[in-house]
């Protein structure tokens, strides 16, 4: 398994924080415009769970999540919190074929290498029955950096990840974009796109 050993670090330190920052009674608007779109009973890959939460969300709409996270504190969460079968894996790991209906990467992608990030797109691709869902959340900008927390970023505009996806096979339906205050204590830009494999 591979990943950036800070940003996995600064996960492990935090994951408590995390998982108090972004807890909620309900799913939040993307969630569950995300939902709606699936088909009845689908097997959804969450990609970087976290604590879980959507997992959880997915299961009580009737879906079945494949959670998974590179950050072993935060597996042990999913799973104490939720039981959700949350187990251990990094972008690097997606080997699946047509084996999912959606996919749910909120604001985990972002981490990837620059370089990488076209070959886990494709690999999502692939993991995606014809047709399938794929949800991606995204900070809006240029370049890489690290934030107070030594988490890596690579940012994208939006015509860039844009264009990404158009060249990894999706097909993008829905469109947000707005701005949020992260764990760091930063209000950042950010891009949410629903498409289709």
Known sequence: ???????????EAHVGDYADRFASAEPGVHLKAFIAALPPAAHV?????????????????????????????MVAL???RHALGARLGSFDDIEA???????WANFSLLHAPRE???????????????RGLFHIGMKLGAGEAR????????????????????????????IWEGRERGLAGTEDPFIVVQSHA
């Open 147 to 174: 934030d107070a927390l030594d988490r890596f970023y690579c940012y994208y505009s939006r015509e860039e990840l844009l264009a990404l996806l158009a060249a990894a096979g999706f097909s993008p339906q829905k």
């Open 45 to 73: 890959l969450d990609l970087g769970c976290g604590p879980g939460t959507a997992s959880a969300f997915l299961r009580a709409a009737g879906h079945r999540p494949d959670p998974v996270d590179a950050t072993p504190a």
């Open 116 to 130: 990488r990030f076209p070959l886990h797109l494709a690999a999502l691709h692939r993991a995606l029955k014809p």
């Open 1 to 11: 398994m591979t990943g950036d050993a800070r940003t996995l670090a600064a996960y």
């Open 97 to 103: 074929e047509a084996a999912y209906d959606g996919v």
């Open 78 to 80: 999913a799973n104490a």
